[in-house]
């Protein structure tokens, strides 16, 4: 998502010859003047980039491990649904963080950094990706120092205590990490990748969508508005399509 | 090194609704017009697209269409003893950004203030006496419910507005809502089919006595074609309305009701990706000589202009006063100054009724799609008695099943895990919300000004935002929830919770992107910073027009009243002003 803006730009630019013109002819310019009919173009739309599973772009490999664990424990493996790991959490987190998200580049970065009223908001000066940096080091680091394991290797019940007191604010991370705000990003990522689109990596084959009832990417449901009380009949569909559209053989 | 452009009749800071109502009704005079837009060129077809607009990770989570704070931010507290410091993320509020500003992706309801709204401070001083409105600083705005009738009509037909009459011609009509104004006549459609959530709340009000309404929506119940000659379609309930554009053509914007008209006029012109920076004043600062801009290469111009329309998104105006050195800076010690005053929000406060035997389909949804109740909405009951003014609309308008935002769970719910999870999946379908929207009424501290300290990316300061919730507000939010309560029990369900208001504004969790105030309108101009035709009382060729005008705000959504004010100011140049250009249509 981080080329999101050039990429749109840059393409219609190209491809939108209609009443456009830059301001000045030397100018390198995206601004636009338009007048006289509205400007489109085919095909000049700008959908997303399909997350494609395989490899880590932002994690380690070690780093990868512990946030599959604990995607694991925000959400488990049980008889509603699949565990975020096998959802693909962890896979949408690192696809996040190398863009826009991960960056901040499209929040206010400029200082002083201040410290600041709960109302205010964050005012740190990491962004996204540089916590989750900071902060798995610090989680793993804390753990092998207090229990000689790695957040994978302890029991699921010891898994989720860490979390809770992570989530409490009760553990002390080193490097001055605060625990129930690093807690905080890894729970609001972690319920994003599993409730988004699958296009995004997570949510495998609308693993979350099917357990709510929520049918997708729809856009039409005037002929059951009326229908009250009464469950929608259709599958869920996702941007990328239906799983058994994309198999071959399905 | 500023590039010197041609001259234009009229520039426009900002294309969204009022900059396109502008541009219509100018351009129809003959005058030549430029808006000039901060955000790039949208259009349905290419930037709504149907293919893949129904992502919520990428509208309604990651904001694609809204205004980045990486452009422009601001400062925020609750209180001048404390430091502001910026919004690095919007969240509490959120401005729009490029062509059809948030008019794009607004929910689309749509309310005509009342009489009582307009003349506020007159008619409590004479119900309630002016003490009980001591601690606040409410205004008049210098117009009536009657002055402004045919401007509301104008901009509902423009926008094909789905609802039910109240009162046409001062007759009462069955079905719509008692207690609005007389109006001329019946909306342009009717309303939209209800889901289930609003008719089980419809019917539990009318259990105790109250008096639901379907409310007035910008979703079009049926296919429209509006005055200008704009086809739009059939909404389909697809529950992906706010924060995201209408691939459909069934939400009243800028692209779906005005621009295929007005982009093919020879004499407009729209340039986006270009920032105004500030409006530049004659020599005196009696008049605007034209606005400065930049585009996104940092080329700066000047665009000379004999009229100056500030169409931004209402804090966006006030800013670019403030930049400008237009009017003077409100300070909140000694009472002096008007630009900055009287910067209002919206009280609210909100109700979950848990049921175990319902499917709500919360999918099935429209931005507008709903009922309300206004029984205990502006002074449509009597304070008399009361330790507060002001009152809310009561709306049960759920508007999306969407999961990564809208996952109700019973108070007490873990945040993960199994509990988690099986509490997810049980409250999902069968939950009913319901919310108070509330009044917001001005008080000293509360303002707009220029932050001492953090600048934007040009090197400018932001603004500051001086906000919390006043007593009176909050008095009359807990009267409502109250009321609520009522309600809620009336609707049964195994259990419901009430989320009441509290003091200490949270810029933080999304609550209202209804700023208003900061450049209001009124007839003194040492306490409103534009005329009642929205024009500046200190540099006349320069209009300001949008929800800064609001001199406090009601307990409804502002757009309805933002078109009526873009019309009327409309006609006032139109048949005014430009008969005698650069003088005040009010003398001070």
Same mark, same amino acid.
């Given at each position: 998502?981080?080329?999101?803006?050039?990429?749109?730009?840059?393409?219609?630019?190209?491809l939108?010859?209609?009443?456009?013109?830059?301001?000045?002819?030397?100018?390198?310019?995206?601004?636009?003047?338009?007048?006289?009919?509205?400007?489109?173009?085919?095909?000049?739309?700008?959908?997303?980039?399909?997350?494609?599973?395989?490899?880590?772009? +932002?994690? $380690?490999?070690q !780093? #990868?491990?512990? =946030? &599959?664990?604990?995607?694991?424990?925000i959400?488990?493996?049980d008889?509603?649904?699949?565990?975020?790991?096998?959802?693909?959490?962890?896979?949408?987190?690192?696809?996040?963080?190398?863009?826009?998200?991960?960056?901040?580049?499209r929040?206010?970065?400029?200082?002083?950094?201040?410290?600041?009223?709960?109302?205010?908001?964050y005012?740190?000066?990491?962004?996204?990706a540089?916590?989750?940096?900071?902060?798995?080091?610090?989680?793993?680091?804390?753990?092998?120092?207090?229990?000689?394991?790695s957040?994978?290797?302890?029991?699921?019940?010891?898994?989720?205590? +860490?979390? $809770?007191?992570? !989530? #409490?604010?009760? =553990? &002390?991370?080193?490097?001055?990490?605060?625990?129930?705000?690093?807690?905080?990003?890894?729970?609001?990522?972690?319920?994003?990748?599993?409730?988004?689109?699958?296009?995004?990596?997570g949510?495998?084959?609308?693993?979350?969508w099917?357990?709510?009832?929520?049918p997708?990417?729809?856009?039409?449901y005037?002929?059951?508005v009326?229908?009250?009380?009464?469950?929608?009949?259709?599958?869920?569909?996702?941007?990328?399509?239906?799983?058994?559209?994309?198999?071959?053989?399905? | 090194?500023?590039?010197?452009?041609?001259?234009?009749?009229?520039v426009?800071?900002?294309?969204?609704?009022?900059?396109?109502i502008?541009?219509?009704?100018?351009?129809?005079?003959?005058?030549?017009?430029?808006?000039?837009?901060?955000?790039?060129?949208?259009?349905?077809?290419?930037?709504?697209?149907?293919?893949?607009?129904?992502?919520?990770?990428?509208?309604?989570v990651?904001?694609?269409?809204?205004?980045?704070?990486?452009v422009?931010?601001?400062?925020?507290?609750?209180?001048?003893?404390?430091?502001?410091?910026?919004?690095?993320?919007?969240?509490?509020?959120?401005?729009?950004?490029?062509?059809g500003?948030?008019?794009?992706?607004?929910?689309?309801?749509?309310?005509?203030?009342?009489?009582?709204d307009?003349?506020?401070?007159?008619?409590?001083?004479?119900?309630?006496?002016?003490?009980?409105?001591?601690?606040?600083?409410?205004?008049?705005w210098?117009?009536?419910?009657?002055?402004?009738?045919?401007?509301?009509?104008?901009?509902?037909?423009?926008?094909?507005?789905?609802?039910?009459?109240?009162?046409?011609?001062?007759?009462?009509?069955?079905?719509?809502?008692?207690?609005?104004?007389?109006?001329?006549?019946?909306?342009?459609?009717?309303?939209?089919?209800?889901?289930?959530?609003?008719?089980?709340f419809?019917?539990?009000?009318?259990?105790?006595?109250?008096?639901?309404?379907?409310?007035?929506s910008?979703?079009?119940?049926?296919?429209?074609?509006?005055?200008?000659?704009?086809?739009?379609?059939?909404?389909?309930?697809?529950?992906?309305?706010?924060?995201?554009?209408?691939?459909?053509?069934?939400?009243?914007?800028?692209q779906?009701?005005?621009?295929?008209?007005?982009?093919?006029?020879?004499?407009?012109?729209?340039?986006?990706?270009?920032?105004?920076?500030h409006?530049?004043?004659?020599?005196?600062g009696?008049?605007?000589?034209?606005?400065?801009?930049?585009?996104?290469?940092?080329?700066?111009?000047?665009?000379?202009?004999?009229?100056?329309?500030?169409?931004?998104?209402?804090?966006h105006?006030?800013?670019?006063?403030m930049?400008?050195?237009?009017?003077?800076?409100?300070?909140?010690?000694?009472?002096?100054?008007?630009?900055?005053?009287n910067?209002?929000?919206?009280?609210?406060?909100?109700?979950?009724?848990?049921?175990?035997?319902?499917?709500?389909?919360?999918?099935?949804?429209?931005?507008a799609?709903?009922?309300?109740?206004?029984d205990?909405?502006?002074?449509?009951?009597d304070?008399?008695?009361?330790?507060?003014?002001?009152?809310?609309?009561?709306?049960?308008?759920?508007?999306?099943?969407?999961?990564?935002?809208?996952?109700?769970?019973?108070?007490?719910?873990?945040?993960?895990?199994?509990?988690?999870?099986?509490?997810?999946?049980?409250?999902?379908?069968?939950?009913?919300?319901?919310?108070?929207?509330?009044?917001?009424?001005?008080?000293?501290?509360?303002?707009?000004?220029?932050?001492?300290?953090?600048?934007?990316?040009?090197?400018?300061?932001?603004?500051?935002?001086?906000?919390?919730?006043?007593?009176?507000?909050?008095?009359?939010?807990?009267?409502?929830?109250?009321?609520?309560?009522?309600?809620?029990?009336?609707?049964?369900?195994?259990?419901?919770?009430?989320?009441?208001?509290?003091?200490?504004?949270?810029?933080?969790?999304?609550?209202?992107?209804?700023?208003?105030?900061?450049?209001?309108?009124?007839?003194?101009?040492?306490?409103?910073?534009?005329?009642?035709?929205?024009?500046?009382?200190?540099?006349?060729?320069?209009?300001?027009?949008?929800?800064?005008?609001?001199?406090?705000?009601?307990?409804?959504?502002?757009?309805?009243?933002?078109?009526?004010?873009?019309?009327?100011?409309?006609?006032?140049?139109?048949?005014?002003?430009?008969r005698?250009?650069?003088?005040?249509?009010?003398?001070?």
């Amino acid at each position: 998502m981080s080329h999101r803006y050039p990429v749109r730009m840059n393409r219609r630019l190209f491809l939108s010859s209609v009443a456009m013109l830059t301001v000045t002819a030397t100018s390198p310019s995206f601004a636009r003047s338009l007048s006289g009919s509205l400007p489109w173009a085919p095909m000049a739309s700008d959908p997303p980039m399909q997350v494609l599973p395989g490899g880590w772009q +932002f994690f $380690t490999p070690q !780093e #990868a491990a512990l =946030v &599959e664990a604990i995607v694991d424990r925000i959400i488990p493996a049980d008889d509603l649904s699949i565990g975020g790991k096998e959802a693909g959490c962890a896979v949408y987190i690192d696809r996040q963080l190398t863009g826009a998200f991960g960056t901040s580049s499209r929040l206010y970065t400029q200082g002083p950094f201040l410290p600041a009223l709960p109302t205010q908001g964050y005012q740190g000066e990491a962004n996204p990706a540089q916590r989750y940096r900071t902060g798995l080091a610090a989680i793993d680091s804390f753990l092998k120092q207090r229990d000689g394991k790695s957040f994978a290797e302890l029991q699921p019940t010891e898994q989720d205590a +860490f979390l $809770t007191a992570m !989530e #409490a604010g009760k =553990v &002390e991370l080193p490097n001055g990490v605060k625990s129930s705000g690093f807690f905080g990003l890894l729970l609001q990522n972690t319920m994003e990748g599993f409730f988004a689109d699958p296009v995004y990596g997570g949510n495998k084959d609308m693993v979350s969508w099917r357990m709510l009832g929520f049918p997708g990417a729809r856009y039409d449901y005037r002929d059951h508005v009326s229908k009250h009380n009464q469950p929608y009949p259709q599958p869920p569909v996702s941007i990328e399509g239906r799983p058994e559209w994309l198999r071959k053989g399905a | 090194m500023t590039t010197i452009l041609p001259r234009k009749d009229v520039v426009i800071v900002g294309l969204g609704w009022t900059g396109a109502i502008l541009a219509h009704e100018l351009t129809d005079q003959g005058l030549d017009v430029l808006a000039i837009e901060r955000g790039p060129w949208r259009d349905t077809a290419t930037d709504f697209n149907i293919g893949y607009v129904q992502d919520e990770l990428r509208y309604a989570v990651r904001r694609d269409l809204f205004l980045q704070p990486a452009v422009e931010t601001m400062t925020v507290r609750n209180n001048p003893s404390q430091t502001a410091l910026p919004m690095r993320d919007f969240g509490s509020f959120l401005p729009g950004n490029g062509v059809g500003g948030a008019g794009v992706h607004w929910n689309g309801h749509t309310w005509r203030f009342w009489d009582s709204d307009f003349q506020i401070r007159t008619n409590l001083t004479k119900k309630y006496g002016a003490s009980r409105i001591a601690d606040l600083q409410v205004q008049d705005w210098g117009v009536t419910g009657a002055e402004m009738e045919p401007y509301y009509d104008q901009y509902e037909y423009l926008a094909g507005i789905s609802g039910k009459a109240g009162n046409i011609k001062g007759q009462l009509q069955e079905g719509g809502n008692p207690f609005e104004d007389p109006r001329s006549r019946d909306y342009p459609n009717p309303p939209m089919q209800m889901t289930y959530a609003p008719t089980l709340f419809a019917e539990a009000g009318r259990s105790i006595g109250l008096h639901p309404f379907p409310t007035p929506s910008a979703n079009m119940s049926r296919n429209y074609v509006n005055p200008l000659g704009i086809a739009m379609g059939q909404c389909t309930y697809c529950g992906f309305c706010e924060r995201f554009g209408c691939a459909n053509y069934s939400k009243s914007s800028a692209q779906t009701t005005i621009l295929p008209v007005l982009m093919k006029k020879a004499n407009f012109e729209v340039r986006t990706d270009s920032e105004v920076l500030h409006v530049d004043l004659a020599p005196g600062g009696k008049s605007a000589r034209g606005v400065t801009y930049v585009d996104t290469s940092g080329e700066e111009y000047f665009q000379p202009a004999d009229l100056v329309l500030l169409c931004a998104y209402g804090l966006h105006n006030a800013r670019l006063m403030m930049l400008s050195g237009i009017g003077k800076i409100y300070d909140p010690v000694t009472g002096k100054g008007t630009v900055g005053r009287n910067y209002c929000y919206q009280t609210n406060a909100g109700v979950q009724v848990f049921f175990d035997d319902k499917n709500f389909n919360p999918f099935i949804a429209a931005g507008a799609l709903g009922q309300t109740i206004d029984d205990y909405n502006g002074d449509a009951f009597d304070h008399g008695a009361l330790d507060f003014v002001g009152g809310s609309g009561i709306n049960c308008i759920p508007t999306n099943g969407r999961p990564i935002g809208t996952r109700p769970t019973l108070p007490g719910t873990p945040k993960w895990g199994s509990a988690w999870k099986k509490a997810t999946v049980e409250g999902y379908k069968s939950t009913l919300g319901f919310s108070s929207q509330g009044s917001s009424y001005a008080t000293r501290t509360n303002y707009l000004d220029l932050d001492p300290t953090y600048k934007d990316r040009f090197g400018r300061p932001l603004m500051r935002m001086t906000f919390d919730f006043p007593d009176n507000d909050i008095r009359m939010s807990n009267y409502l929830c109250d009321r609520m309560e009522e309600i809620a029990k009336a609707l049964g369900g195994k259990q419901y919770n009430v989320s009441r208001r509290k003091k200490g504004w949270d810029s933080v969790p999304y609550q209202s992107t209804h700023n208003t105030g900061g450049a209001i309108m009124g007839t003194d101009p040492g306490k409103s910073a534009v005329n009642t035709f929205l024009q500046s009382w200190d540099v006349p060729n320069v209009f300001v027009i949008g929800a800064s005008a609001f001199p406090q705000n009601a307990g409804k959504n502002p757009t309805g009243t933002v078109g009526a004010l873009a019309f009327r100011a409309a006609d006032a140049i139109r048949n005014q002003y430009l008969r005698n250009p650069g003088a005040p249509l009010v003398q001070a």
